[in-house]
């Protein structure tokens, strides 16, 4: 079945939802996006129509979406703050979702991540699975898409870590280091992704790489990559969230939430399926590592600040 002739992608300035929208372009498919961001944002020189992405306007919402086949939402928060929740996310999440249907638009593809659930004691992940719930019982047809942790240009979690392994001789690891992590690339989820966008059965897929690593493998990776002269150090969990807190007060920034670093000691960045992921993060490093934690990257300033 060819691909719908028009798609929205919520966020296609942002970091996932950019490749999305790339892949879309170079298969021929128009592309619209919700986003808050302006025009100075584009990295598509105007091929990308942008709307505002305004919960508070459904009907905004609707008409921005008429014509469309297929929406892509990216849209969600790292963490809460002020009245921006969580529960807020999904709230609003269901205001998008229902003003697609009362566009017309055919089917969702919906970025989840790996390992949510409505049963989670995780907010991010529990109200994650709030929302796959919500997409599921509204009768559209919907392809739900679960990342484990995405690598790629414009990504923030690898720079940053690539970042302070540059620049510090220390860098600490929660416990033993051994919970799993399974990368996907960008450009690998978004041919996912896209591929989703095609069919008009609902499912829910993972998303995850072609390699498994320990933490701390990948640690070594990173610090291999960039060439960094750092020791790493086994530190208890509560240590090393009173570090990261303390880095995000001097940084200004959330270098990790608590949701992520339980998360990641669960090992929930991973998957039990056959991966979707081709491309090995060993590979992309070599080629990518010059560019890589040059800068620190805010995730306050660039999705928090307005
Ligand atoms: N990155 C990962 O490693 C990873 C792993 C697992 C799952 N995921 C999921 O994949 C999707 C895309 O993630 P991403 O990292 O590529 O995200 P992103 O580009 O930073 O943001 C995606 C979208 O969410 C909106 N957004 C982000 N923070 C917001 C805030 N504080 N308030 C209001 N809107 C906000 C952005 O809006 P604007 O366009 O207006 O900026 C954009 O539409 C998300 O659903 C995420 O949960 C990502």
Redo the contacts with the bound molecule.
């Keep these: 079945m060819p691909h719908p002739d028009q798609a929205v992608v919520?966020?296609a300035?942002?970091?996932?939802?950019r490749y999305v929208a790339r892949r879309l372009l170079d298969e021929g498919v128009s592309v619209r996006t919700l986003?808050?961001?302006s025009g100075r944002a584009d990295p598509f020189g105007g091929l990308v129509l942008a709307a505002p992405?305004n919960f508070s306007d459904p009907d905004g919402l609707r008409r921005s979406m008429e014509g469309a086949g297929v929406l892509y939402n990216?849209?969600?928060?790292?963490f809460g703050r002020g009245w921006?929740t969580f529960d807020q996310a999904v709230k609003n999440t269901k205001v998008l979702f229902d003003a697609a249907a009362d566009a017309g638009v055919r089917r969702v593809v919906h970025?989840s991540?790996a390992n949510a659930s409505v049963e989670s004691r995780l907010p991010y992940f529990r109200s994650k699975g709030q929302v796959e719930e919500i997409l599921k019982a509204s009768g559209m047809s919907c392809a739900i898409i679960r990342?484990?942790?995405?690598f790629g240009e414009g990504d923030l979690?690898l720079n940053n870590m690539a970042w302070a392994l540059r620049r510090f001789p220390v860098f600490p690891v929660f416990e033993n280091g051994d919970y799993r992590v399974q990368p996907i690339y960008a450009g690998d989820l978004a041919a996912q992704a896209v591929a989703a966008g095609l069919g008009s059965d609902s499912f829910v897929a993972d998303a995850a790489g072609p390699d498994t690593f320990t933490f701390e493998e990948l640690l070594r990776l990173l610090t291999q990559a960039v060439n960094a002269r750092v020791r790493l150090v086994h530190t208890p969990p509560s240590l090393e969230f009173t570090l990261t807190r303390l880095a995000g007060l001097m940084l200004r920034d959330v270098v990790l939430t608590r949701d992520e670093v339980d998360g990641l000691m669960a090992g929930l960045p991973t998957s039990d399926r056959p991966p979707a992921g081709t491309t090995r993060l060993a590979g992309w490093l070599v080629e990518n590592a010059d560019l890589l934690g040059r800068r620190y990257v805010s995730e306050f300033r660039?999705?928090?600040q307005r």
């Excluded at 990216?74 to 790292?78: G, N, V």
């Design positions: 919520t966020g300035f942002g970091y996932t939802g986003t808050r961001k992405l990216t849209y969600w928060i790292r921006n970025f991540v990342p484990t942790l995405v979690l660039r999705n928090y």
